[in-house]
């Protein structure tokens, strides 16, 4: 495919990765992507909501803000995908029912629905009686909850395929290795692998929790920390047509999101480590809050857990650094990477047309 624009490299291939390439190329960029594995890091683990309502959390009303413009950003981005490999994105907008599992997670309801009004958020209350379809499957004690409305989710595997198929029809390289250095020296970017070295114009450094390669490692003013969070994938009962569930139980957080066909993905752990594993008392007390809320998973199948590493700033919040001139360095997506990958490869594009 010929060059319109320039030459743009892109390290990790995760969603924010695969998703700044996408954008990159079909702005008319030749894009190179490196990763020795795409879609492996947290993106594998990730439940895929854009839920801006849902992850309302005091101190964090910024974080809302981006969150709130992710949704039209995913619709636009869906669009995109369809033009180019003429398949659909599955981009599912049923809101969250948010409940309480007990008394006192039901007064965390209640300090929820407070934060969230003065976030100028408008969750619904909600009762059984009034809504029992929403309800379906929910333990019979649970009489009320918050709905709402905004709340979507996609399939981080189907974005990672689709993406895939969608940058391999609009010529970006993808090259399986990983990217031991990095440099910018007379107007180009150069990266160096095991196996040789390129150059472009621009370079976007997405590589989520891991750390940076040498020669911008050292330059950068942010820094990430890895939060480990695992997922549990079940099948069973078939809630896609009802909203994604959130609960407080115990204090804890918990949610399930349900596919079509019954695949359900519980979550989800959060736990501040750098080891891929997963420890047998937060997989208990996981499943417990899951059988709690949904007693209906009682009978379901269990298909497998997934770990992945939250790249999480000082702040909790993303962050776009411009490092050395022609490198920028998109991370600190933390719980919402996937939500804001649109919006992350805005900025890439942004960054790279500001060079041109
Ligand atoms: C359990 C769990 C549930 C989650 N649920 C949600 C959710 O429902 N909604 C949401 O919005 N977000 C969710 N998240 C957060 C989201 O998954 C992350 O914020 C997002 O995946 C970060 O994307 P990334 O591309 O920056 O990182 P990653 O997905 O980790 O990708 C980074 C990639 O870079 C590659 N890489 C690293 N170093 C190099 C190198 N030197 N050379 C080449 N390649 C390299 C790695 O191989 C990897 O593939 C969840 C996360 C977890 C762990």
């Known amino acids: 495919m010929s060059s319109t624009r320039g030459d743009a490299l892109v390290v990790g291939g995760g969603v924010i990765g695969v998703t700044s390439a996408f954008r990159l190329a079909r702005a008319g960029w030749r894009v190179t992507l490196f990763d020795p594995s795409p879609g492996t890091g947290a993106t594998w683990a990730a439940a895929g909501m854009i839920a801006p309502g849902a992850e309302i959390s005091s101190g964090e009303e910024e974080n809302y803000r981006q969150q709130l413009g992710a949704l039209s950003a995913w619709r636009e981005v869906s669009r995109d995908l369809y033009e180019v490999t003429g398949t659909e994105l599955d981009l599912c907008e049923n809101g969250t029912l948010l409940v309480g599992f007990d008394a006192s997670d039901r007064r965390l309801i209640d300090q929820f629905e407070g934060v969230a009004h003065s976030f100028g958020a408008k969750p619904l209350r909600v009762l059984r009686e009034d809504c029992d379809e929403m309800f379906e499957d929910v333990s019979a004690g649970i009489r009320e909850g918050l709905f709402l409305a905004s709340d979507a989710w996609v399939d981080p595997d189907q974005v990672v395929a689709l993406l895939a198929r969608a940058n391999d029809a609009l010529g970006v390289d993808v090259v399986r290795q990983q990217v031991l250095s ?19 114009d621009v370079g976007i450094l997405a590589t989520g929790a891991s750390p940076l390669p040498r020669g911008v490692a050292e330059r950068v003013a942010k ?24 609960a407080y139980v115990r204090g804890r957080s918990f949610y399930m999101v349900s596919r079509p066909g019954g695949y359900g993905v519980l979550g989800a752990s959060s736990d501040e480590h750098q080891d891929i594993l997963v420890e047998v008392g937060e997989l208990q007390r996981l499943l417990r809050d899951a059988l709690d809320v949904v007693p209906s998973l009682e009978s ?11 790249p999480a700033s000082n702040d909790l919040a993303p962050f776009f650094e411009i490092v050395q001139d022609r490198w920028a360095w998109s991370s600190g997506h933390y719980r919402h990477g996937v939500t804001l990958a649109p919006l992350a490869a805005n900025q890439a594009l942004g960054f790279a047309q500001s060079l041109s």
């Open 223 to 246: 820094a990430v920390r890895p939060v480990r969070g695992t997922t549990v994938r079940v099948r069973g009962p078939d809630r896609s047509s009802r909203p994604m569930l959130r």
């Open 300 to 310: 379901a199948s269990f298909v497998e857990t997934r770990q992945g590493l939250r």
């Open 182 to 200: 990095a440099s910018s020296q007379n107007n180009q970017v150069e990266v160096t692998t095991a196996e040789g070295s390129w150059r472009a």
